[in-house]
């Protein structure tokens, strides 16, 4: 594949509903991320899989949020309970190893209505 | 934790040079990265510096990395208006593998 994959790309929810966000990494990169943007901010460092490890969840908000990575490959980010101020763009990125640049998707607008 | 500040808005005219700064706290070996966002889209890679270099130069784009000041900055040559976009910087939080992003420098190119 091309590059990093996320779905979907808008996602309109009610307030209390949960969402699931999905991310195809570039194939055979061993790290994923996850990131929120709000509005006017920097990107927030949500959390960070490396090959078969632990995941490293220190930046997740809250006990709403969880995210797993099924085969090394796919990763979904689940949100609980959505709140107004989970609006967001939600980004996945990867990287081939530890130290190369990171690679992106185009991320999905959350809105919590 | 690892601090990384930028400022928020840029404005220069077509053909100008824009010089965007970036400072942060931590230090580690390893590499800083600049990245490119337009509307509507995630980021886009557009250069990177290994820690023990202090220049590098990329077509019209220049990377000067001051690591005693801990400054990063971005020089784009002869602006263009389609160089339009959000910039932001990313250095790994010391001695971990996850990148701090800065909040992001606004260019805004004039014609």
């Known amino acids: 594949g091309a590059g990093v994959s996320q779905s979907p790309s808008n996602k309109v929810t009610e307030k209390g509903k949960d969402v699931e966000l999905r991310c195809d990494p570039i194939s055979g990169h061993t790290a994923l991320y996850w990131y929120r943007q709000s509005l006017g901010q920097g990107l927030e460092f949500l959390i960070y899989f490396q090959g078969n490890s632990a995941p490293d969840k220190s930046g997740l908000p809250s006990d709403r949020f969880s995210a797993e990575r099924t085969g090394g490959s796919v990763s979904t980010l689940t949100i609980q309970r959505t709140q107004q101020e989970d609006s967001a763009v939600y980004l996945c990125?990867?990287?081939?190893?530890?130290?190369?640049?990171?690679?992106f998707g185009n991320g999905t607008r959350l809105t919590v209505t | 934790g690892e601090d990384v500040e930028q400022s928020l808005f840029l404005s220069v005219r077509e053909g100008d040079s824009s010089v965007i700064n970036c400072t942060y706290t931590?230090?580690?070996?390893?590499?800083l990265y600049w990245y490119k966002q337009e509307p509507g889209a995630g980021l886009q890679l557009l250069t990177y510096?290994?820690?023990?270099?202090d220049m590098k130069q990329d077509q019209r784009l220049t990377v000067l990395l001051n690591k005693k000041d801990k400054h990063l900055s971005l020089r784009i040559a002869d602006t263009q208006t389609g160089d339009s976009a959000i910039y932001f910087c990313a250095v790994p939080s010391g001695g971990s593998y996850i990148p701090t992003f800065g909040r992001g420098t606004s260019l805004i190119v004039h014609p």
């Open positions: 990125a990867s990287r081939q190893t530890y130290n190369s640049p990171l690679h």
């Open positions: 931590d230090s580690s070996s390893t590499y």
């Open positions: 510096i290994f820690s023990n270099m």
